[in-house]
């Protein structure tokens, strides 16, 4: 089960944008406990467009060698866990831990 739906997704992402509102402001409004949810939203539509909010149909099970990829990646480039889900296209920086 998806926890926050592709609609309030992009109502939110939009609001961002458009509007100019704050990630704190719109973790009060719409109930969202980390502000880091939202850029993380933000982020992946500004980088893959429509695609990158909509949720994944099937679960992804990602190889040994592409996971050791990420990780290698991930620690020579300094990089956070929702920078290295972007640049990797994993659906959740959770994944990784």
Same mark, same amino acid.
């Given at each position: ?33 980390? +502000? ?14 429509? +695609? ?46």
């Amino acid at each position: 089960m998806v926890k926050y739906n592709f609609e309030l997704k992009i109502k939110i992402v939009l609001e961002y944008l458009e509007k100019g509102h704050s990630s704190n402001y719109l973790c009060k409004k719409y109930n969202i406990k980390r +502000s880091g949810t939202i850029l993380y939203w933000v982020k992946l539509y500004q980088t893959y467009g429509l +695609s990158g909010i909509k949720p994944m149909t099937n679960h992804i099970i990602y190889p040994g060698e592409f996971k050791q990829k990420v990780l290698h990646w991930m620690h020579t480039n300094h990089s956070s866990y929702p920078e290295t889900a972007l640049q990797f296209k994993i659906a959740s920086p959770s994944v990784i831990f």
